[in-house]
């Protein structure tokens, strides 16, 4: 256990050397989406061979989790990597108000027809660039894991 400042650990390691430690932080958030696969310039037959049951008009939806991991430094006055608080207003703001109870399709405007299609791929890959740019100095994005249903997930993870 780390006390703070100062203080050690019943290992006898001091509080400054967690600051040289690689910790991780996950967080978990759920949300409920709908989506289509569709491209545009090919025929209905095409889409249904290439993307089965999922080019069925007007879509269908999942229920999402979203494992959120963060790395950085840990503050040793409070024992946190990051204020959970602001972690979860970030996520709410950003993610999970565009895309909660939504239709992906026209959620966002880069699955619109013609775009790219809302795979959980795409999905997890559009909220890793959308993170990135608002966590608080500090703290970084280590890994997102997507899962769409208990069997299928997509990972994005910074590579090391």
């Known amino acids: 256990m780390i006390l703070g400042p100062g203080h050690q650990a019943e290992t006898g390691v001091e509080a400054e050397h967690v600051k040289s430690m690689r910790l991780l932080l996950e967080r978990r958030y759920r949300f409920s989406a709908s989506h289509l696969y569709w491209r545009g310039g090919w025929t209905e037959e095409r889409n249904r061979q290439v993307f089965g049951k999922c080019s069925f008009r007007p879509g269908h939806g999942h229920n999402y989790r979203l494992y959120l991991t963060v790395t950085g430094e840990l503050d040793t006055a409070t024992g946190f990597l990051i204020d959970l608080g602001a972690l979860d207003s970030l996520v709410q703001t950003h993610i999970l108000d565009v895309i909660d109870h939504r239709h992906l399709n026209a959620a966002l405007p880069q699955f619109e027809e013609g775009g ?12 890793a660039l959308t993170l990135e740019s608002v966590l608080p100095a500090g703290t970084s994005l280590r890994r997102l894991r997507l899962e769409e249903d208990e069997d299928l997930a997509a990972i994005w993870e910074v590579e090391s």
Do not use: D, Q
């Open 116 to 127: 790219a299609i809302p795979t959980t791929e795409n999905l997890v890959a559009w909220i």
